[in-house]
C-alpha cells in the first residue's frame, strides 16, 4: 500500500509570491490534515478535510487555504508569503472508520521564503 | 484545551543502551501516538496507542490512561534510533493533534 505523498518535497520561493502544496492520501482514507512545522513553534495544526468539506481550522490566517477533490487528494495554499511562513509543511492522512486507527504522515514539503 | 508534557528534552545515550520517554496528558484521550522524526523531518508512525502495552521489536509503549501518561523504551539503542520523539494525542472535543515538544535523542557509537 502507498504512503501519504506530498510533493514538492522542497520549495523556494520569494516574498509577495504564493505557493500550492499538494498532499495524496493513503488509497481508502479519506481525511486529510495538514501541520506546520518550525523550530520556535512547534507542530501546529492547520486544518483538516473529510469528504471535501474542511473540518476544522486551527489558528492561522486567511492566507491558508486549503481544499479536498473528490478523490481525496487535498492541496494547501499559502497566498502573499512571509519570511515567517518558511517551515515545514507536513500532511496526515486517516481512515475514519473505527477504533484502532491513527494518523499517517508523508515527508514533507519544505518551504523557504527568500 | 489538552496539555501534552514531554520528558527529557534532551537524551545522549551510548549504542546499547536503555532508555524511557515519558509523555504526560491533561485530560482523557481517544488518540495517543508515538511518531519519530528522521533527520529529514519524515515523521515515523511508532504507536498508536490510547490505553495498553505494545511492542514491535526493540521499541514498546505503555498507555495509563486513568493516570494520563505514556512510556516509551527503547532497548539495545542503536545510533539509527537517534532523532526526535514525539508524543501527540487527540480527545474527543477536538479534530487535531496536540503535540508534545518532543524529546530529542542522540545515540553515540
Known amino acids: 500500500k502507498a504512503g501519504v505523498t506530498q510533493t514538492p518535497r522542497y520549495l523556494i520561493k520569494t516574498r509577495g509570491q504564493q505557493v500550492t502544496l499538494s498532499c495524496s492520501p493513503i488509497?481508502?482514507?479519506?481525511?486529510v490534515s495538514w501541520y506546520q512545522q518550525t523550530p520556535g513553534q512547534g507542530l501546529q495544526f492547520l486544518f483538516e478535510y473529510f469528504s471535501e468539506t474542511q473540518r476544522n481550522k486551527g489558528n492561522f490566517p486567511g492566507r491558508f487555504s486549503g481544499r479536498q477533490f473528490s478523490n481525496s487528494r487535498s492541496e494547501m495554499n499559502v497566498s502573499t508569503l512571509e519570511l515567517g511562513d518558511s517551515a515545514l509543511y507536513l500532511c496526515a492522512s486517516r481512515w475514519i472508520g473505527g477504533a484502532g486507527y491513527g494518523y499517517t504522515f508523508g515527508s514533507g514539503t519544505r518551504l523557504t521564503v527568500v | 484545551g489538552i496539555q501534552v508534557e514531554q520528558s527529557p528534552p534532551d537524551l545522549i545515550l551510548q549504542e546499547g543502551a536503555n532508555s524511557t520517554l515519558r509523555c504526560n496528558f491533561s485530560?482523557?484521550?481517544?488518540?495517543l501516538q508515538w511518531f519519530h522524526q528522521n533527520p529529514w523531518g519524515q515523521l515515523i508512525n511508532l504507536f498508536y496507542?490510547?490505553?495498553?502495552?505494545k511492542q514491535n521489536g526493540r521499541l514498546s509503549a505503555t498507555t495509563v490512561a486513568t493516570e494520563r501518561y505514556s512510556l516509551l523504551y527503547i532497548s539495545s539503542s542503536q545510533t539509527t534510533d537517534s532523532g526526535v520523539y514525539f508524543c501527540?494525542?487527540?480527545?474527543?472535543?477536538?479534530?487535531?493533534?496536540?503535540w508534545g515538544a518532543g524529546t530529542k535523542l542522540i545515540i553515540k557509537p
Open positions: 496507542i490510547p490505553s495498553g502495552t
Open positions: 485530560d482523557s484521550v481517544n488518540n
Open positions: 488509497s481508502g482514507h479519506r481525511s
Open positions: 501527540a494525542v487527540k480527545s474527543d472535543s477536538n479534530y487535531q493533534l496536540i
